[in-house]
């Protein structure tokens, strides 16, 4: 079993190169003077290879803006964010945007697929954009993981919620990326269907070897992931591992959240 884990792992390794992200000391301050506010208070946290974390906390406590300086959509003030060894603030914005469309995947809320295109072609948007081409066995295990095999020729407006949100999904995973961020991918979904893209996430990290961080306020949904950062008030405040819905739910009303 564990050279079959090992195996799995190196041949995970191999594809991806070592991959994860961490900030060190990362701040974050909005506005000058006065005005200035400090969002991120030197946080240094870890989304380790291969791993699902969640990211908890009060409205407010800086989830957004910690998942935003990671995947290099918005800069530190101070501190550095590491994906993979790439230490994103030594990058030119060129750089910056090369790796954010190669090695970074995104799951946001609203599914934010072209509906002019068909599945297939929404899939593998990011590598038309860059001008390559999707690994083509790659591409069929991401399809066959997601079951979107019946689907592909379909346009948006085709397809379900669930389905629309497995074609996001599997356009965030199709380029391999070190890391996928999923910003409350469940937030606009049915039970059924926030629990199958969970189900997904999981299966991607849990099959495919992926890195994934989502934010979320749902206990149910973090209870899914690995372990559960939590934040409060730009700080880690706690790290929780094997979550389970019940005591991630007593941590964040220990934290004063009693949503
Ligand atoms: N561009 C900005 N300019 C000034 N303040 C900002 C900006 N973006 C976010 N903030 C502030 O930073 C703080 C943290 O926001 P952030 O969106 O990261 O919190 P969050 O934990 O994701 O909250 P929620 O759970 O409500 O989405 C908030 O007080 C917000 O008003």
């Not at 929404?122 to 066995?137: C, F, K, Q, V, Y």
Request: aromatic share 4%.
């Amino acid at each position: 079993m564990a050279n079959a884990a090992q195996a799995r792992q190196a041949t995970n390794d191999e594809k991806r190169g070592r991959g994860g992200a961490k900030t060190v000391r990362l701040s974050k301050v909005y506005g000058t003077g006065d005005m200035a506010v400090r969002v991120l208070d030197e946080v240094s946290v870890e989304f380790p290879d291969g791993r699902f974390t969640a990211i908890m906390g009060p409205s407010g406590a800086g989830k957004s803006t910690l998942m935003h300086c990671v995947a290099g959509l918005d800069a530190a003030t101070s501190g550095q964010v590491y994906v993979g060894d790439q230490e994103l603030g030594a990058l030119s914005d060129r750089a910056l945007t090369r790796l954010r469309r190669e090695r970074i995947g995104f799951v946001f809320q609203a599914f934010n697929l072209l509906p002019t295109l068909t599945a297939r072609d929404n899939i593998t948007l990011p590598m038309t954009l860059a001008g390559t081409s999707p690994d083509r066995e790659w591409f069929d295990t991401v399809v066959r993981v997601l079951k979107l095999g019946e689907r592909l020729t379909h346009r948006p407006s085709e397809l379900s919620g669930g389905q629309q949100q497995r074609v996001a999904l599997a356009r965030a995973l199709v380029t391999r990326p070190r890391i996928v961020f999923a910003d409350e991918p469940t937030g606009n979904l049915d039970s059924r269907t926030g629990a199958e893209v969970l189900t997904l996430l999981r299966e991607a990290v849990d099959d495919l070897g992926q890195t994934v961080a989502m934010v979320t306020h749902d206990p149910v949904a973090a209870a899914r992931a690995d372990a559960v950062v939590f934040l409060a008030d730009g700080r880690i405040v706690d790290v929780m591992d094997a979550p389970t819905p019940d005591r991630v739910l007593d941590r964040m009303r220990g934290l004063g959240d009693h949503s």
